[in-house]
């Protein structure tokens, strides 16, 4: 599976943002993240659903990737797809039906995905992973945005790439929180193909030479994670 570098725009310049999104795209980014904070779930209030909107007619392509953290969960999900999200995805303890939750999202016309905090079990998984499109694995815990990369979730990203592989179904598993050029080999080794990175990519001054360092640290990891990789 071809590897997605999706830029947070937590870390971009607000003043600025449509700019910022064209210009990360023009860089190489394959996907816009937005995370979206109601300071209920978690203690910060981001942005709402205007914004995608405002970007989509502003010409703005790529697919938007909306991260939840947000409770209640489904009054939200309508909103974000009439704006054109292309993916959404949520936490599982913030709604009260988590799988009629992931069935609005399916209905409304974007891609579902599950995200489970660094203290959350993939046990949910159980029950709903033959109806979702993303796994979302949190890497910090959620609020805020230029925290440090907790090791734990190396392994917590091998488990669910074996549940992944064990569905056989084309779900992404994606990894948000602390992902840098640095680290990007071996989170890929641990089993992402798709990255979530805010500061480390809005924060460097030249986004091109960022992005194409990340792809090719996640190139490098994902070879040796492969039969017979170094």
């Known amino acids: 599976m071809t590897a997605i570098i999706s830029p947070s725009i937590l870390s971009a310049d607000f003043a600025r943002l449509g700019e910022e999104v064209n210009a990360v795209l023009a860089a190489g980014a394959d996907w816009i993240h937005f995370d979206v904070m109601d300071n209920h779930y978690v203690p910060n209030l981001t942005i709402g659903p205007l914004v995608c909107e405002a970007l989509r007619k502003a010409g703005v392509k790529a697919p938007i990737d909306v991260h939840l953290m947000v409770s209640p969960v ?3 999900v309508s909103d974000f797809a009439k704006a054109g999200a292309t993916n959404i995805s949520f936490h599982p303890e913030a709604t009260q039906h988590v799988d009629r939750t992931i069935q609005h999202i399916r209905d409304s016309g974007c891609r579902p995905g599950l995200v489970f905090n660094p203290a959350t079990s993939l046990n949910w998984l159980d029950y709903v992973i033959d109806k979702i499109d993303i796994v979302l694995l949190m890497s910090v815990n959620p609020g805020f945005g230029g ?13 669910a790439r074996s549940r992944i592989q064990a569905a056989k179904r084309d779900i992404r598993l994606e990894i948000d929180g602390g992902v840098k050029v640095e ?34 640290q996640i190139e490098i990891g994902a070879q040796s994670a492969r039969p017979g990789g170094a």
């Not at 925290?147 to 488990?159: H, Y």
């Not at 809005?202 to 960022?210: E, L, Q, R, V, W």
């Open 183 to 216: 680290n990007a080999a071996q989170i890929a080794r641990a089993g992402a193909d798709t990255f979530v990175s805010g500061s480390a990519i809005f924060g460097s001054p030249d986004y091109a030479k960022t992005i194409k360092a990340m792809r090719a």
């Open 74 to 76: 489904d009054p939200l």
């Open 147 to 159: 925290q440090k990369f907790i090791p734990q979730a190396l392994g917590k990203l091998a488990e």
